[in-house]
């Protein structure tokens, strides 16, 4: 495959799929598509989490011993961003994510029942997306 695209948009797993979970030609494609979308000069935007990372704990899929993960330039968290993307930005695991959130429309009372310990979602103002910068715990 040509690795020249201007942007690929990456949302191969989804949100409760893991890698290994696949079945094994699954995985082989999945392993394909991953390691072409890493070697791509133009910009890749995955979707809530990038494929290899799991979205409730942050761990990344490891594949013979090295990682199995989309690298991105941005990730756009659908509504709020994910525990897993939370873990791994805390981890480090990647501090050059251009990390952004989408408004779905979940209303406060929403966030009030399922949602954070802060008992509402993120702030979007007039906005459909915001940027959001990790910093660092505070010693």
Do not use: C
Request: no cysteine; hydrophobic share 45%; proline share 3%.
């Amino acid at each position: 495959m040509d690795a020249s695209a201007e942007l690929v948009v990456d949302a191969l797993l989804g949100m409760h799929a893991a890698f290994e979970d696949l079945r094994v030609d699954d995985q082989a494609v999945a392993y394909e598509l991953i390691a072409w979308t890493n070697k791509i000069k133009g910009t890749v935007l995955a979707v809530d989490v990038p494929t290899g990372l799991d979205a409730s704990t942050g761990n990344v899929s490891v594949l013979d011993g090295q990682p199995l993960l989309v690298r991105p330039m941005q990730v756009l968290a659908m509504g709020a961003p994910k525990t897993g993307l939370l873990n791994a930005l805390i981890a480090g695991e990647s501090q050059s994510w251009q990390v952004m959130v989408a408004d779905l429309g979940i209303s406060n009372t929403a966030w009030r029942k399922y949602g954070t310990r802060r008992r509402h979602g993120v702030e979007f103002g007039n906005d459909w997306v915001v940027g959001l910068r990790y910093q660092g715990g505070v010693e």
